[in-house]
Structures are given as structure tokens and as C-alpha cells.
């Protein structure tokens, strides 16, 4: 009895000890290229500094995020083992960078009415259990419904530039999301951009959206204009392993320090408009 009291206590103290799962689910009103470096670099960020992570890919387009760090296309789907086609085992792969990798479906994004969405959902939430970060490269189906009910609960992060067009389009996606979804915290990644620069996006977007909307906007960072990024993804690669002291290299390690904070440590006032930038809207 003695013996089985010492192998309980240990077996909680275990699961105690391990970090809550963190998902984060990534839209973007950039280009799919602008989207998949950022996912891969900072998944293989994060790997290096000796996370699990997992990424979902939510797009089915043959130009999308598995294809273009080489994964093949015989990579069974989630989809798939809802349906029972093939067995979970095949569903992921372990990359060199140190991440692993999954994709949702092949043809059509899964909408909430799919006749097998309990059932993905299930695996789904037992996959992303075994990892400590999971990020998802988000698309919604044609009925405006995210593939899972968890992504729902998870972290929404919305990619972004500096330019007019781009705000407006976030603000446009913003208002999409927060009326499907509800009140709820949203955060922002700034591309093309200095850390001034992004905050000066956030501010402005932050403020029209809890003007506007009721909605809080989270600041999470910058990704620099830096070509060494599209060099090493049109190698598959992250910049970190081609080019680890490329100034993009180095903030992907900044951003990825502030994906294994606590849920709040993003959170930050609503900004005020500053001087150079307006929303537009």
C-alpha cells in the first residue's frame, strides 16, 4: 500500500510540474509566405530553446505550409483519422528544426457541421496535450467556423505590415473574429517593422478596437524587414539554421521568449494614436 501511495504522489507531482499546453492559433493578412516563415521560424525558435512544439496547418492549398518546408503530401490528415482512412501515426512528422508537424485536412477547411467535427476535435485536443506549445496556421471554413471549438479558446494572433491597406484589412479580420467568436482578448504581430514601429500599428489598432468593437488587443511583437528570411524559407529552412546572426534570426528569439510567457505577460494598456500612424477606419 506504501508502495502505491509513493507512485501516486510522484505520478501527480509529475503532472503538476508539467507547463498547461499553450495553443495559439495564427491569422494573416499578408501573404501565405509572409504567414509560413513566421510559423516556422518561430517553431524552430522555440524548439532551440528547448520547448515541444507543435504546428498545425489549417490551409489546404497545395502552395501551403507543409509544402513549403518539404513535407510530403502522402502525410495523412487529422480529417483522415476522424474518418477512420488511416492511423494516427501518420499524421505527424518530426522535422529536423526540432518541431513536429500536422494538417488538418487536404481539400475543404472543416466547418462546425462536418459530420465527423466531434471527432476531430478529439484528436485534435489529444494532440495538442503531448506538446507544450502548439501553433496553428489558421483558416476558417467557408461557414466563417474555426475547424475545432479549441482554437476558440486558445490564443488568437493576427499578422499584420505597417502599410494602410494591411491595418485596415486586420481591422476588417478583427471585426470578423470578434463577432463570430465574441469578446475576447486578440493578439498582433507587426511585420516589415522596427519594435517602434509595430507599437505604433498596435497602438492605433488597439484603440479602435476596444473603441469600436469591446475588443482587447495584446501586443506580442515585431518581425524586421530582412531578407535572410525569404532566402532561408525558399530553402525550407528556418533563418536561425542558414543564418543565425541575421538580425531577423536574433528577434525570432526575442518573440519566441514571449510565447512561453504567462498568458497575461502580452497584455498591455490600450494604446493612443501617436504621431504618423492612423487606422484609417
Same mark, same amino acid.
Given at each position: 500500500m506504501a508502495s502505491y501511495d509513493i507512485d501516486q504522489a510522484a505520478g501527480l507531482r509529475r503532472m503538476l510540474e508539467r507547463p498547461v499546453p499553450r495553443l495559439f492559433t495564427f491569422f494573416s493578412v499578408l501573404g501565405e509566405e509572409e504567414k509560413s516563415a513566421m510559423l516556422i521560424n518561430l517553431a524552430a525558435s522555440l524548439s532551440q530553446a528547448k520547448h515541444s512544439v507543435l504546428v498545425v496547418d489549417g490551409d489546404v492549398a497545395s502552395t501551403g505550409l507543409l509544402t513549403r518546408?518539404?513535407?510530403r503530401h502522402d502525410v495523412a490528415t487529422l480529417q483522415e483519422v476522424a474518418r477512420m482512412e488511416r492511423p494516427m501515426v501518420e499524421a505527424t512528422r518530426r522535422l529536423p528544426e526540432g518541431f513536429s508537424m500536422a494538417r488538418i485536412a487536404r481539400r475543404t477547411v472543416p466547418s462546425a457541421t462536418d459530420p465527423h467535427a466531434g471527432r476531430l476535435a478529439e484528436i485534435f485536443d489529444s494532440l495538442i496535450e503531448q506538446a507544450e506549445i502548439t501553433l496553428?496556421? /489558421?483558416v476558417l471554413a467557408r461557414d466563417l467556423s474555426l475547424p475545432v471549438p479549441t482554437m476558440e479558446m486558445g490564443e488568437i494572433v493576427i499578422q499584420v505590415s505597417t502599410t494602410a491597406s494591411s491595418i485596415k484589412s486586420a481591422y476588417v479580420l478583427l471585426k470578423s473574429l470578434s463577432?463570430?467568436?465574441?469578446?475576447?482578448p486578440f493578439s498582433l504581430i507587426v511585420n516589415d517593422a522596427t519594435e517602434a514601429e509595430a507599437?505604433?500599428?498596435y497602438a492605433n489598432m488597439?484603440?479602435?478596437a476596444s473603441r469600436y468593437l469591446a475588443a482587447q488587443l495584446n501586443f506580442i511583437g515585431a518581425i524586421p524587414a530582412d531578407d535572410h528570411i525569404r532566402?532561408?524559407?525558399?530553402q525550407g529552412r528556418a533563418v536561425m539554421d542558414v543564418f543565425p546572426f541575421a538580425g531577423a534570426a536574433l528577434a525570432f528569439q526575442r518573440l519566441s521568449k514571449r510565447f512561453t510567457e504567462g498568458p497575461d505577460a502580452a497584455r498591455?494598456?490600450? /494604446?493612443?494614436?501617436?504621431?504618423g500612424a492612423s487606422l484609417g477606419v
Open positions: 518546408i518539404g513535407l496553428v496556421n /489558421g463577432d463570430r467568436i465574441g469578446r475576447r507599437r505604433t500599428v488597439a484603440q479602435a532566402r532561408a524559407t525558399g498591455s494598456a490600450y /494604446g493612443m494614436a501617436t504621431d
